[in-house]
């Protein structure tokens, strides 16, 4: 969750923080070759299950 923490340090929001740390995901899937299609079917539900509960429920304004 370190990298969760420092995406909030960085971001207006915590749904800021939340699209950019699943953006900066994205670009690492696609630059080692995997699809778009591929990480919205695989891997972006299993992101959603770990850092929503972080950084979108819950989560006081700052």
């Known amino acids: ?3 969760a923490r420092r995406y909030v340090e960085s971001c207006p929001s915590r749904f800021a923080a939340y699209a950019a740390l699943q953006c ?3 670009r690492c899937f696609l630059a080692r070759g995997g699809t778009a ?3 919205c079917v695989r891997l972006a539900p299993v992101y959603h299950r770990r850092y ?3 950084l979108l429920e819950g989560a006081s304004p700052r």
Do not use: G, R, Y
């Open 1 to 3: 969750m370190e990298v």
């Open 24 to 26: 900066a995901l994205m």
């Open 37 to 39: 299609e591929d990480f």
């Open 52 to 54: 929503a509960p972080v």
